[in-house]
């Protein structure tokens, strides 16, 4: 405890600005009213820079080549030189798999340079002056060579599923906690669907919903869902939800604008009690406590985004980086431990996608800082330092639970893959949202979210990466479920997990 008070005396003392970005939702139902919305700014207390100039977006539909000329109006990439100003500086070379981060936060890299509308096939060697894209995970050894997941049949492999994370995995609990603002609510009532029950921050459904189909499982019901009956798994997830503790965003943060939230949403450690309360009064209740840890070992944890909601929150306070990398990834890294003591032994450990590819940023970044790719580099130097101390801690873990097989999804490199050859994935928007208020900078208006009057949606949210500019479509969640289930971008493989767990139903030592 008192650790915790000191790491937030020391936060406390070094912020200067802080902005709140945290998700939103609208429905997917295409409309045809628009209304003319003010410029947006910054939220009160926003320290992100300012918004870029409405002719400095991507160009629509295709990259140009790495190399040619950046748009009209903004200087060159620096290719080994100091990133911009409130970024860390990039190392001379990536660290090795597996080992801590440095000091800082890594460069953002890229495995490919982009022409028209699509990008060579990974493994090409990247162009001059930019530091390769690392693969997000150690190789495998010598001669084990991963299986394809096509020779895997992956339907009752599992009995239940636990899901943790946030917007990108909640499937009801922001809202039935009575997080959100009236329109979002509104919206919730008008558009939910029968045949996919819960409350989703997407037109929608998200990877946890497609893990669910490849496993025969029914769409896991959120833990607030009181009238819910959780004989194959739950969902703790929380939109939202954060690392840092909510009295922390309360005390020393300054709200400036509240996006949809009614208030600082929960940390997640409210998860982690929730799935001990489960274990206790439901989960195992009445069974010893080996008869317990076999149901868990028996049961798949899916681990999703956790930490992105710090980033964005405390985006443009670069002091801070260091410190909140450690917290964020120590959170999980203790979820971890508790849920392995408990018994797992499946788990997957979402990796953070590039949230400087998203509107959100986008919208307040300089041109100085946009990437070779279109994305904010500062914003994504923070993921990416992110997901290498995750990736990291996750091997410490596998030292030390052996017997559990604990794989990471790759969501940075699925991310890139698809963005980087959207046209192939029958895209035609990678930065532009679906649902907005029909202006501004990627059809993205701080002031004027997606689900609020005035806004509309795309007629097909299927040509769209992104949903509101802060969540992805129902499609994009689609395209990043296969890579993860059935590409290698999962590390080990999802077919190696599944293969696992056949031994052990088969009674041999997983």
């Known amino acids: 405890m008192a650790d915790s008070k000191y790491f937030l005396r020391q936060i406390a003392s070094f912020i200067l600005l802080f902005s709140i970005c945290s998700p939103s939702f609208a429905h997917n139902k295409s409309t045809t009213t628009t209304t003319t919305t003010t410029t947006p700014t910054p939220p009160s207390g926003c ?13 629509s539909g295709s990259f140009p080549p790495l190399g040619s000329p950046p748009p009209s109006g903004s200087p060159p990439l620096p290719s080994d030189s100091s990133p911009p100003s409130g970024s860390l500086p990039p190392p001379s ?7 801590p981060p440095p000091s800082g936060s890594p460069p ?3 495995d490919s340079s982009p022409p028209s509308g699509s990008l060579p096939p990974s493994g090409s060697p990247p162009p001059s002056g930019y530091p390769p894209f690392p693969s997000g995970s150690p190789p495998l050894p010598s001669g084990n060579s991963p299986p394809s997941s096509s020779q895997f049949d992956f339907k009752n492999c599992f009995s239940r599923i636990f899901a943790f994370g946030d917007s990108y995995t909640d ?3 922001a809202q039935l906690m009575g997080g959100f603002q009236p329109f979002i609510s509104q919206l919730f009532s008008q558009f939910s669907s029968g045949q996919l029950p819960g409350y989703r921050l997407c037109n929608g459904r998200l990877v946890i919903d497609f893990l669910c189909d490849a496993l025969s499982i029914p769409t896991l019901r959120p833990y607030a869902d009181s009238s819910a009956e959780f004989s194959k798994g739950v969902n703790f997830a929380i939109a939202g939800s954060t690392t840092l503790s909510t009295d922390f965003f309360t005390q020393f943060i300054n709200k400036g604008h509240s996006l949809m939230w009614n208030a600082n949403p929960e940390s997640c450690d409210t998860q982690l009690n929730w ?8 989960g195992c209740k009445g069974i010893h406590e080996e008869a317990c840890r076999g149901e868990m070992a028996n049961s798949l944890f899916w681990i999703g985004e956790m930490g992105g909601n710090d980033y964005a929150r405390l985006y443009g306070s670069h002091v801070l980086h260091k410190l909140l990398i450690t917290q964020a990834v120590g959170h999980v890294h203790k979820l971890l431990r508790v849920i392995l003591d408990k018994g797992a032994r499946f788990i997957v450990v979402q990796g953070l996608p590039p949230a400087g590819c998203l509107p959100l940023h986008l919208s307040f970044c300089p041109l100085k800082d946009r990437d070779q790719y279109g994305c904010s580099n500062i914003a994504n130097s923070l993921i990416m330092a992110h997901n290498e101390l995750l990736q990291a801690k996750l091997e410490e873990l596998r030292r030390k639970y052996s017997n559990a097989m604990i794989i990471y999804a790759d969501y940075w490199k699925a991310y890139q893959t698809i963005l980087t050859n959207y046209k192939s994935y029958q895209f035609e928007q990678p930065f532009d949202v679906c649902c907005g208020a029909g202006g501004g900078q990627f059809n993205f208006e701080l002031n004027s979210l997606c689900g609020s009057a005035g806004t509309s949606t795309c007629k097909d949210a299927n040509k769209y990466i992104n949903w509101d500019g802060i969540h992805l479509t129902e499609a994009m969640y689609k395209h990043v479920s296969d890579l993860f289930f059935h590409k290698d971008h999962c590390q080990p493989s999802f077919a190696e997990l599944i293969m696992k767990k056949k031994q052990m139903m088969m009674g041999s030592n997983p």
């Open 47 to 59: 320290s992100c820079p300012c918004p870029c100039s409405s002719g400095s977006s991507p160009p």
């Open 93 to 99: 070379s990536p660290p090795p798999p597996g080992s």
């Open 108 to 110: 953002l890299p890229s």
């Open 171 to 173: 499937t009801g609990n």
């Open 275 to 282: 799935f001990n309360k489960y274990i206790a009064e439901k």
